[in-house]
């Protein structure tokens, strides 16, 4: 299980992270901290998955203690929590080792997404596919609660769209269309039996805009509806 250290001197938030980690999106074991100086002393007994700390807090700040942090490991991986006041500064932090930053009130779906960026399991690969094609599949992987078209992919590798579409089927012998939609059926399972967030939520981090559509595809395609898999899978 991912221990993750929160660092924030807002109790009320603080909590409302733990609970939102560890039973909502699940998954998650969080250690709590009230201030920079906890987090740290916490930090030099334990290093934890990942950090989450609030911009603005009493004493030291975030971005004083997360360069406290990088002074110790380069790589754990450290989102940042602002309000939209402090936006800016908190855009301009990722360039001192910040991984993330996510804006309060914390949207559940957009924390779950981003822990799902930084957590991605190591899949296996599925081909011997040529290196252009593995930079799709991983676009793809980063950006499933998106739309993704085909233009998406040809801009992102700089080839032709209709290049890109006849690669899906020399490499992988499946149509753009199919692929998109087993990965997002894939995701969404993932997200029913490993996460406790609602079925609007799991449609749109698996990228489907329509609640409805999404719930017609997953029963079409898997044969149950979306609350009955997560029931009895």
């Known amino acids: 299980m991912k221990e993750i250290l929160v660092v924030e001197d807002e109790a009320i938030i603080r909590q409302g992270l ?10 998650y074991q969080v250690k709590e901290a009230k201030s920079g100086e906890e987090g740290l002393t916490f930090f030099h007994q334990r290093m934890p998955h990942l ?16 360069s ?34 996510l804006l309060k009130p914390i949207n559940r779906v957009e924390l779950s ?8 399991d190591d899949e296996e690969v599925k081909v011997e596919t040529s290196k252009q094609f593995n930079k799709i599949l991983q676009y793809i992987n980063d950006n499933l609660s998106q739309e993704i078209t085909l233009k998406h992919l040809a801009d992102y590798v700089y080839l032709n769209p209709q ?8 490499e992988l012998n499946q149509t753009f269309t199919d692929y998109i939609t087993e990965e997002r059926l894939k995701r969404a399972k993932q997200l029913l039996k490993g996460t406790n967030l609602k079925v609007y939520e799991v449609a749109q981090l698996s990228g489907y805009k329509s609640p409805k559509h999404f719930m017609t595809v997953f029963k079409q395609e898997v044969g149950t509806t979306p609350v009955q898999f997560r029931k009895y899978s």
């Not at 450290?78 to 910040?98: Q, T, V």
């Open 163 to 170: 290049y890109v579409g006849q690669l899906f089927k020399s």
């Open 68 to 101: 406290r942090i990088r002074q110790v490991s380069e790589d754990v991986p450290i989102i940042i929590l602002s309000g939209h006041s402090d936006f800016e500064y908190a855009r301009k932090a990722m360039r001192y080792g910040i991984t993330d930053y």
């Open 113 to 120: 997404e981003t822990l799902s960026k930084i957590f991605k």
């Open 51 to 66: 950090i989450i700390t609030d911009i603005r807090m009493g004493g030291m700040d975030g971005l004083t203690f997360s």
């Open 18 to 27: 733990k609970i939102l980690l560890e039973q909502v999106i699940g998954g």
